[in-house]
């Protein structure tokens, strides 16, 4: 998914270095100071945010986009919480935003600038593009030491795993990161573990299923199941993610033996506003009604990505990675989402 806007991801990697779209790629300044050990606080955690808002955090990306001041979309949107996007391998099993900026960073200082406002974050690992972790690390033991450094750095009470691409599609890197997944919740029993994949129109696609199968075999302590329902040839985008949802309700509930409305509150949306890369059309209004829908099931996670979007385009034309190409007002997407009770 995504594959669009985070294709442009993949050209800077070669560079030297989610209870519950194309233009220029701007980076982040290049910082050299690295977290090298687990147990390393970069940002403390003293956020007032209310934990139980933690499925209502939209995709914010510092890469391009012309990102907002979180500050004031949070005043303006009742958003408290976003999904900092992405942390990859910075070449080896170490994260680094982007693969290529440490976690000590400006990323930090963005970070502390959202939590003195109120506000909290959920680092997303992973992503379409570029170098996971969960390849480039050789066991679950080191993947779940390079978790642990994000979670570290920044006091986390919540991370996302959006799994996509090879790191889906290969079982083995599966296995690992379920493993990984159930060494850090058993360290920190505490965190949320939100698990981001594709999806068919139908619910998810065949690595999907196995996943969640094999997380539910092996009791790996994921919290939410997160589809992002979109770039799948979609015409009624609402009425295609409920249909979704409900594959993917049916799965989780024949996995893990419960309930069609227990499994509702283990899953969640993560849908992308405005035009998406295949050219399907989520406005205001589809994005309502996939809102609706969740919380009338009491999904515990609804997102999209990205906040970078969330603004009408100049004389109303083609999407860019900074507006969304359809009739909104700045900021519409992440109001609806701020509306979302779980």
């Known amino acids: 998914m995504r594959k669009r806007i985070i294709s442009a991801l993949a050209a800077l990697a070669v560079a030297p270095a989610a209870i519950w779209a194309a233009g220029t790629i701007t980076p982040a300044p290049a910082d050299t100071a690295r977290v090298d050990t687990a147990t390393d606080v970069v940002v403390a955690n003293e956020s007032a945010a209310d934990p139980a808002s933690m499925g209502m955090a939209p995709y914010l990306y510092y890469g391009w986009g012309n990102p907002p ?6 005043q303006d949107t009742g958003v408290q919480w976003f999904t900092l996007s992405f942390i990859l391998s910075d070449g080896g099993c170490s994260p680094a935003w982007d693969g290529t ?31 996971k972790l969960g390849e480039a690390c050789a066991d679950a033991e080191s993947l779940a030491g390079a978790y642990q450094k994000v979670i570290d750095a920044y006091e986390l009470k919540g991370i996302d795993i959006d799994i996509e691409s090879t790191e889906v599609e290969n079982p083995a890197t599966q296995d690992k990161v379920l493993s990984a997944v159930k060494i850090v919740k058993q360290n920190n029993p505490d965190l949320k573990v939100f698990m981001t994949l594709g999806t068919t129109a139908d619910g998810p696609t065949a690595d999907g299923k196995r996943l969640i199968s094999k997380a539910a075999e092996t009791d790996a302590g994921v919290d939410n199941w997160t589809i992002m329902p979109f770039n799948f040839g979609g015409g009624d985008m609402a009425a295609d993610t409920r249909k979704a949802s409900e594959g993917l309700n049916a799965h989780i509930a024949s996995s893990f033996g419960i309930s069609s409305e227990e499994a509702y509150t283990r899953q969640g949306i993560s849908s992308m506003n405005g035009k998406t890369d295949q ?11 996939m809102r609706d829908f969740a919380q009338t099931n009491q999904m515990t996670r609804f997102t999209f990505w990205s906040v970078n979007r969330d603004r009408p385009c100049p004389g109303g034309g083609a999407p860019t990675d900074s507006c ?18 779980g």
Request: hydrophobic residues 40%.
């Open 69 to 74: 001041d979180a500050a004031q979309l949070m």
């Open 101 to 131: 900026r440490p976690l000590d960073g400006a990323d930090a200082q963005r970070i502390e600038e959202i939590r003195a406002a109120g506000g909290d974050v959920i680092p997303s690992i992973g992503g379409w593009s570029g170098n």
């Open 279 to 289: 050219g399907e059309t989520i406005t205001p209004a589809d994005f309502t009604a």
């Open 324 to 341: 969304s190409g359809v009739d909104q007002q700045e900021w519409e997407f992440s109001t609806i989402v701020g509306g979302f009770g």
